[in-house]
DNA sequence: GTCACTCGGATATTCACT
DNA sequence: AGTGAATATCCGAGTGAC
């Protein structure tokens, strides 16, 4: 039996069965988009009886054919699955409409309506272009096209992306003479982060960093960048000398950081602890501090990211040793390693554990027992009903072919078995419960905006792990920052451990999410809360200003929206660019503001 | 080389509500 | 019928494991 943890007492039991009031669009909508074909189920015997009769020598009848039609296949395909079949029975004529499905054999296409093509090349074509003419302008590329009407003035044109480049720095909270400085300095094609690290280099370059910012220039950024995003190369701002933790030198080689296999991060509850690792100073607390963001983000992100976080290498962690779901993430932080403790109760890390009423529907041939990650989208209502209907149409067990289709979308989509021949997705408060939040912590809000606001978040067993070792050094409770809260991962992690929180100061974009936040906060906190919108907003003279009023931060913590990082998004993935390259830099930037006032005062 | 996996987004379409 | 919200669909990359 599967606990939840939870402030409610009645709440301390999972039900696989949604609450009443919930709408269930995941089961409702395929079962009633199909109210035909539900009630023609009825009417046959099974599935195993019907295949073995064949509707394949029946021939392609009207109705058949509708049937196929209903699966998703167009009409053509099926017409020529048919009469390519021949005889051979429905089995293979599934195989057949599958295989036409992979290798995009649709006749429809191919036959008659060529026409849908040509303008199809031309758009994509297009795309290209404006693809790759965004893509030098790191930063900007939300804003519009601000200059695009002075194509013959070139001058203006520079004129103008330089004043953007500034201007963008300057919302970051550049001073804006120095971000001009940067941009004259780097050129107007180099990329934001190019340009605050440069910022960077000349602020601190009295402070034993790293020497003046001419060293800068030799690095050819203010040439015209030709090459992709990712091969702009960040410079080592930290001394080399003191770190120890990487032999290479310079920073020049952007190496990628290799993840570990197995991906459990130092260490593992109940596992070796045998780590110890040596901090620089720079990143001795207070505060203590806590990064996070997706592992496989593209080449050169992780090792920059490490560089500005004071040469720390990351923690990769995979939540799959947590709970039954996995969730690859990396973990930059400079909490002690030693007395961690996990979470209780320890959460069940397979499937049938977790969700005890699939295991009934659970076919041999599917050999998942965890989740992949979870995601901001679930699959579709049609989506299911084409798996029902292969599956229905096929013997017990399937042909290989229909298992592969099957368990791929199963795979892709992080499909339960929930019914005969039935999948569907998660519902979101059994995401909840995989991701270790109270029941019913997003409800409220729409469908959709909980699985969003569920996909990007922590998954709290595993944070909690890693801020075990605060328990103990906080007693009287503490003062947080928390950057990119989301729905309140780290609060929640925190208040499961019993870790009392004084203060949080939280920013966070999403106005559902400072809601979920605030509410969970009214029911189980007596500390103060204030919500930030916007993280622009949090200069360092608010820092200063707040670190007066409470007496210093003891941890900053963020996740890293990764809407440009995630191997999921696979349009606008652009590395440590544009408007990611922003949020870090705000991550790094209010935790330096905070590390060098906390020092000051 | 193949394969699995990935904190997505713009746009078209449908749905729910007034 | 009009409106805004919710949902469906297309898109097809980069990376690491093998």
């Known amino acids: 039996m599967v606990h939840w943890v939870s402030d409610n007492e009645d709440s301390d039991k999972f039900e696989w069965d949604s609450d009443d009031d919930d709408e269930e669009v995941g089961f409702n909508a395929a079962g009633a988009g199909s109210s035909a074909l539900a009630s023609r189920n009825i009417d046959v015997p099974g599935p195993s009886t019907r295949v073995a009769n064949g509707y394949g020598k029946a021939g392609p009848s009207a109705s058949s054919v509708q049937e196929y039609v209903a699966m998703g296949f167009p009409e053509e395909m099926v017409l020529k699955a048919m009469k390519d079949n021949g005889d051979d029975g429905v089995e293979s004529l599934v195989e057949l409409l599958l295989t036409y499905k992979a290798i995009g054999n ?61 201007e963008s720095l300057v919302k970051m909270g550049f001073p804006e003479d120095e971000a001009a400085m940067a941009v004259t300095r780097c050129g107007q094609d180099a990329s934001i982060d190019v340009l605050f690290d440069s910022i960077y280099a000349s602020q601190t370059a009295g402070d034993g960093y790293y020497g003046n910012s001419s060293d800068h220039e030799d690095n050819s950024y203010g ?70 963001n997706v592992a ?26 947590f709970c039954a779901a996995a969730r690859k993430r990396g973990y930059i932080h400079n909490l002690p390693l030693v007395n961690r403790s996990a979470l209780r109760p320890i959460p069940p890390k397979t499937i049938f554990e977790a969700f005890p009423r699939t295991k009934k529907w659970w076919p041999s041939w599917d050999p998942r027992r965890q989740f992949n990650c979870l ?16 599956l229905t149409n096929s013997e017990d067990p399937p042909p290989q072919r229909v298992q592969k289709y099957v368990l791929e979308e199963c795979r892709k989509w992080n499909l339960a078995w929930v019914g005969l021949n039935k999948v569907a997705p998660l519902e979101p408060d059994e995401m909840e419960f995989l991701l270790g939040f109270p029941k019913d912590h997003t409800r409220g809000i729409s469908r959709t905006e909980r ?84 993280v622009q907003t949090l200069t360092s003279e608010k820092i200063e200003s707040y670190i007066r009023r409470i007496g210093g931060f003891d941890l900053v913590i963020g996740g890293s929206p990764c809407n440009n990082l995630a191997g999921s998004n696979r349009h606008h993935r652009d590395g440590l660019e544009g408007e990611h390259s922003a949020l870090f830099y705000h991550y790094f930037r209010i935790l330096d503001s905070v590390k060098s006032i906390m020092e000051r005062l």
């Open 375 to 390: 995601q901001t989208c679930v699959a579709s209502a049609k989506l299911l009903e084409r798996i029902r209907l292969a």
């Open 296 to 321: 496989l983000a593209p080449k050169g992100v992780w090792t920059t990211i490490s560089r500005f976080l004071y040469d720390i290498q990351p923690e990769f962690v995979d939540s799959k040793f």
């Open 106 to 166: 649709d006749p429809s296409v191919n036959n008659g309506s060529t026409s849908g093509c040509a303008p199809q090349a031309a758009e994509d074509s297009d795309d290209d272009i404006l693809e790759n003419w965004d893509t030098d302008d790191a930063g900007e590329r939300n804003k519009g096209p601000a200059f695009d009407e002075s194509g013959d003035e070139d001058f203006l044109h520079e004129m103008s992306r330089k004043d953007e480049k500034v």
């Open 451 to 534: 699985y969003r606001s569920l996909g990007n978040s922590f998954q709290v067993d595993t944070v909690a792990y890693h801020l075990s070792v605060l328990r103990d050094m906080f007693p009287h409770g503490m003062n947080v920052l928390s950057l990119f809260s989301g729905i309140g991962g780290a609060e929640v992690a925190l208040h499961r451990l019993g870790i009392r929180m004084n203060n949080v100061i939280s920013v966070e974009k999403s106005e559902v999410n400072r809601t979920i936040l605030k509410s969970w906060w009214d029911q189980t906190q007596t500390g103060t809360l204030i919500e930030i919108t916007d």
């Open 223 to 292: 040439g015209r960048k030709k090459g992709r995003p990712g091969n702009t190369r960040k410079r080592k701002r930290f001394g080399d000398e003191a770190q120890g933790s990487r032999g290479s030198l310079g920073g020049i080689n952007d190496e990628p950081m290799p993840l570990p296999n197995p991906m459990i991060g130092f260490n593992l509850p109940n596992g070796p602890t045998s780590v110890y690792r040596s901090l620089p100073g720079q990143a001795i607390g207070p505060p203590y501090f806590y990064y996070e």
